[in-house]
């Protein structure tokens, strides 16, 4: 059975909206490296979220690098613990890492994302598909990042942040 979403366009806004479960937030996004999501979170909540890009993509643009969500709309320095798995053009590969913000994809990525939201677990994993670079085009990508700070609450899902100019749509909904 298909869910039906109530969707609630925050495109434009200025302040965070708390999504109920079984709403859908849509923002658009054109030619910008940093989308605040304005959407307030709590401890217990749990969402999907798609980013789903318009960018051609390029094939000269070098090594690339990761696209953040941000949570609470800033860094923590090496709070959060990233392992991946992926396939390219050269075989199999993994790596794992400790970075300052949720890493969701690399470059121009088309991405489904899970977030959990728990005070004492905080995770966001999923899976992209890289495209547009000359060496790796495309690539899968299955990811987890675990935020290991078990006091500070995410209280603002955050900000994507994209390495390069973007464009596209980013859909979050809220699940529990």
């Known amino acids: 059975m298909m869910r039906k979403f109530k969707r609630i366009d925050l495109t434009n806004a200025t302040e965070d909206y708390f999504l109920k479960v079984g709403e859908e937030a849509y923002i658009s996004f054109s030619d910008v490296t940093q989308v605040p999501l304005h959407i307030a979170t709590q401890d217990g909540t749990y969402y999907e979220m798609h980013i ?17 969500l941000y949570p609470n709309n800033t860094t923590y320095s090496g709070a959060i613990y990233y392992a991946e798995v992926y396939r390219s053009l050269y075989g199999l590969g993994h790596s794992y890492s400790q970075r300052s913000a949720f890493r969701i994809g690399w470059v121009f990525s088309s991405a489904t994302v899970w977030i959990t939201n728990r005070t004492q ?13 000359t060496c790796d085009y495309p690539t ?14 995410w209280t603002s899902l955050g900000t994507v942040v994209f390495p390069y100019s973007a464009s596209g749509e980013i859909l979050v909904r809220r699940l529990r």
């Open 52 to 68: 789903v890009p318009s960018n051609t993509g390029e094939t000269n643009v070098g090594a690339g690098a990761p696209i953040h």
């Open 140 to 153: 899968v990508i299955v990811y987890s990042n675990d935020w290991r700070d078990t006091t500070t609450p």
């Open 121 to 133: 677990y905080k995770n966001v994993r999923g899976i992209q598909d890289t495209y547009g670079l």
